[in-house]
């Protein structure tokens, strides 16, 4: 009887030390290069070089959730991260950033969200909390990686390029 007294105490012990806040990175890009024309086009072949350089990039910060909006050139771009991680494209309304973030905040493990050249610096900024604000991408900006870390209590989060990498 102690022992199971003993053994309960360690998982309640363990349960309240294991919370859905765990630190995490999210991942933020803008969809690759795409092709120009057409209302929803395909990525450009230089776009499914950068695609295949995210899953690169990606590969050893151990992704359990992938994020796009329902776009070819969003799913595009994170379908080789995707696959090489092993878990399902999620899609999100790019429209409802507030959702999103509440969902971000609230998995368990690292995430990769993509998204448009007006979207993902203002969802960078949900982050950023009082430090300066990232201004939208232009048409022509597709080399930035917003790294987001999360710890329980603050967020920070880091500009980089490609390249970097």
Do not use: W
């Not at 999210?26 to 024309?37: D, G, M, P, S, T």
């Not at 203002?122 to 080399?143: H, P, W």
């Not at 710890?151 to 880091?158: A, I, L």
């Amino acid at each position: 009887m102690k022992n199971l007294l003993i053994f309960l105490s360690v998982i309640l012990i363990l349960g309240a030390c294991t919370s859905p806040n765990q630190p995490k990175t999210i991942y933020i890009v803008r969809h690759a290069e795409k092709q120009l024309v057409g209302e929803d086009p395909d990525l450009a072949h230089v776009g499914g070089i950068r695609a295949k350089k995210l899953a690169q990039i990606l590969e050893d910060q151990n992704i359990k959730h992938v994020f796009s909006t329902d776009y070819k050139r969003t799913r595009s771009t994170v379908e080789p991260t995707a696959t090489a991680a092993g878990v399902e494209i999620q899609s999100y309304d790019s429209k409802n950033h507030d959702g999103l973030v509440e969902q971000l905040r609230k998995l368990e493990g690292n995430a990769l969200v993509v998204g448009h050249s007006n979207t993902v610096s203002q969802l960078a900024n949900y982050f950023v909390g009082e430090g300066e604000k990232f201004a939208d991408l232009t048409d022509l900006e597709y080399e930035f990686i917003y790294i987001v870390r999360l710890e329980s209590n603050s967020s920070s989060v880091e500009r980089k390029v490609y390249k970097d990498f």
